[in-house]
């Protein structure tokens, strides 16, 4: 979904650069709050992790092919304000290095495939979160889940975009059953790597993983409850 040059107006293009720049301001400061000793290292890893993964396609049919966008992995494993910033940075280098994606649609990719795949696909995990059990076993099918659904939503957005600014000669239907159908696919893929790098990190270091958090903290408390009730 990397948008190249030409591809939306200049308003467009100036707009969704203007959405970039504030989510990054932002997320610079709702970091400090998401990072210690034991997640800032991890926020490293997650940007490479993210990074490596999109330059691996895997096909979807009829010639196309996708890839990981990284937004809800990112979210689950570091919290939602430090994975804007590690996948804004992987989307600025693959833009600057490797020509993947356009120079004055950097701000739209970063919109787009970061920004809205770190909300929605957060959003998505936590709502489920809330109302369903808090177990441990839970949260890397619950960061699936989410990772499943930012993914349509981010190309639905996209389409948006080009309804208000779109610069190529493509019918807007055309556009939109392409872009929806084609990324419930590629959602499927992103559902299932999502799924299986949390449930990799959680089998081994679960306290390492910002959406489990509150599992384990739930968890903790039970066991003090339990402990403090037992008779002396």
Do not use: C
Request: proline letters at 6%; a neutral charge; zero cysteines.
């Amino acid at each position: 979904m990397h948008v190249p040059d030409g591809f939306f107006d200049a308003p467009t293009s100036i707009a969704t650069g203007v959405v970039a720049v504030a989510a990054i301001g932002v997320s610079l400061r709702g970091a400090r709050r998401e990072l210690d000793d034991r997640t800032a290292p991890m926020a490293g890893l997650v940007a490479a992790f993210v990074f490596a993964a999109q330059m691996l396609n895997f096909p979807v049919g009829a010639g196309t092919s996708g890839h990981l966008m990284g937004g809800a992995v990112a979210a689950v494993l570091v919290g939602p304000w430090t994975a804007v910033l590690a996948t804004s940075v992987v989307f600025v280098v693959q833009t600057l290095m490797f020509a993947d994606g356009g120079i004055t649609a950097i701000g739209t990719n970063i919109t787009v495939m970061g920004l809205a795949t770190v909300v929605v696909g957060y959003g998505v995990f936590r709502g489920l979160q809330a109302v369903l059990p808090k177990r441990l076993a839970l949260v890397p099918v619950l960061a699936g889940i989410g990772a499943f659904v930012s993914v349509p939503v981010a190309s639905l957005l996209f389409v948006a975009l080009y309804a208000v600014g779109g610069a190529a000669p493509v019918p807007l239907d055309t556009l939109t059953t392409a872009m929806v159908g084609v990324h419930s696919l590629i959602g499927v893929g992103e559902g299932l790597i999502t799924f299986l790098a949390v449930a990799g990190i959680i089998a081994v270091r679960p306290d390492l993983v910002r959406g489990a958090r509150p599992v384990l903290s739930e968890r903790t408390l039970e066991i003090r409850t339990e402990t403090t009730g037992a008779p002396a």
